[in-house]
């Protein structure tokens, strides 16, 4: 009996020298860190999503002349586009789900530009004239999103 409670006595000292929970630095319901800047969240989740896809488009270069991303219901053609700067890019929206079309650069997590809502048959274009990396991405739909790289 006295191991026992000597045993307990331990296991109660042990826990007791353990540092407490962050919970701080927890997001309430997810369990998962909180980051100051919530772009570094966003882009992980995305790169998870991207990694889980089924199926990947294999991107294509393009020239200066323009180039198309398709969206079709809750999927995007191509995922990935690499385009000179200057192009001129459309966003066209196949299919009964209309969509709320951004671009964000990836460098600042910030959106640069809003082309508005798209519905079936509808087009809006974007020039990406600065070097670097973007999604293009549907707010009504967050697994509808294109990695744009312009050189």
Avoid: W
């Avoid at 989740?45 to 200066?64: H, L, N, R």
């Avoid at 053609?77 to 890019?89: D, H, K, N, S, Y």
């Amino acid at each position: 009996m006295r191991a026992y409670i000597a045993l307990v006595l331990f296991a109660v000292l042990i826990a007791a020298c353990k540092p407490a929970a962050d919970t701080e630095n927890i997001v309430a319901d997810t369990g998962m860190p909180a980051r100051e800047d919530k772009g570094i969240v966003e882009k992980e989740v995305i790169e998870e999503q991207e990694e889980m896809a089924a199926e990947k488009t294999e991107g294509a270069v393009m020239e200066k002349s323009g180039s198309a991303l398709t969206i079709q219901d809750r999927a995007i053609t191509p995922t990935e586009l690499t385009v000179a700067a200057g192009t001129e890019v459309a966003v066209t929206v196949n299919g009964a789900t209309a969509h709320i079309i951004t671009v964000n650069d990836d460098a600042t997590y910030k959106t640069v530009a809003n082309l508005g809502t798209l519905a079936n048959g509808k087009s809006a274009t974007y020039v990406f004239n600065t070097p670097g990396v973007y999604t293009v991405k549907s707010l009504k739909a967050g697994t509808v999103r294109a990695t744009v790289t312009v050189q």
